[in-house]
T-cell receptor, first 113, second 112 residues
Framework: GENVEQHPSTLSVQEGDSAVIKCTYS??????FPWYKQELGKGPQLIID?????GEKKDQRIAVTLNKTAKHFSLHITETQPEDSAVYFC????????????FGQGTTLQVKP | EAEVAQSPRYKITEKSQAVAFWCDPI?????LYWYRQILGQGPELLVQ????????DSQLPKDRFSAERLKGVDSTLKIQPAELGDSAMYLC??????????FGQGTRLTVV
């Protein structure tokens, strides 16, 4: 079955710097890759997603890139702010069933003021 | 803004007792998911419904867990009997026909 590896497990940056989180997946049939942000005690919140027919997608300070050949995708956050501090999860959907997600282990992002 | 509603937010139960969680998906979302998130890990799918039918329950420990969505709207997840290892966050999510999944705030279960 699908397996998603996420790195790093923790990331500390200074406010205003960029943050990059990387994920690899194992199932070449996976075609949908969302990123979720989870704050303490809350459920995951979808922040951006990308489908396998697209190489890059951007939404204001957040961007995601996908390399299907290498089977990896990355989240890029520019101009980080303290409110970006949270746990970020990548996920892959191994079919057209986009809610059946295999999640990575999470990255705890700390943005220091 | 429409949200997935879950209750209770927190639940403490003793080992061997029964416990139940409730979820009300976003209106119009035919697909409903229950995920379990152990502290420090990513969520793992337990069961998926399409309307009132179970689509995938391959990861649901059926000896003690059960889930239903009788009228194809809200859903209940039950654990009986609860074990210490069941302590986790139980998350409900919903989606509209294979679009993005939206999660609720979850129920934090502690088994003592």
């Amino acid at each position: 079955g699908e397996n998603v590896e996420q790195h790093p497990s923790t990331l500390s940056v200074q406010e205003g710097d960029s943050a990059v989180i990387k994920c690899t997946y194992s199932d070449s049939a996976s075609n949908y890759f969302p990123w979720y942000k989870q704050e303490l005690g809350k459920g995951p919140q979808l922040i951006i997603d990308i489908r396998s027919n697209v190489g890059e997608k951007k939404d204001q300070r957040i961007a995601v890139t996908l390399n299907k050949t290498a089977k990896h995708f990355s989240l890029h956050i520019t101009e980080t702010q303290p409110e970006d501090s949270a746990v970020y999860f990548c996920a892959a959907s191994p079919s057209s069933n986009t809610g059946k997600l295999i999640f990575g282990q999470g990255t705890t992002l700390q943005v220091k003021p | 803004e429409a949200e997935v509603a879950q209750s209770p937010r927190y639940k403490i139960t003793e080992k061997s007792q029964a416990v139940a969680f409730w979820c009300d998906p976003i209106s119009g979302h035919a697909t409903l998911y229950w995920y379990r998130q152990i502290l420090g890990q990513g969520p793992e799918l337990l069961v998926q419904f399409q309307d009132e039918s179970v689509v995938d329950d391959s990861q649901l420990p059926k000896d003690r867990f059960s889930a239903e969505r009788l009228k194809g709207v809200d859903s209940t997840l039950k654990i009986q009997p609860a074990e210490l290892g069941d302590s986790a966050m139980y998350l409900c999510a919903s989606s509209f026909h294979n679009t993005e999944a939206f999660f609720g705030q979850g129920t934090r279960l502690t088994v003592v």
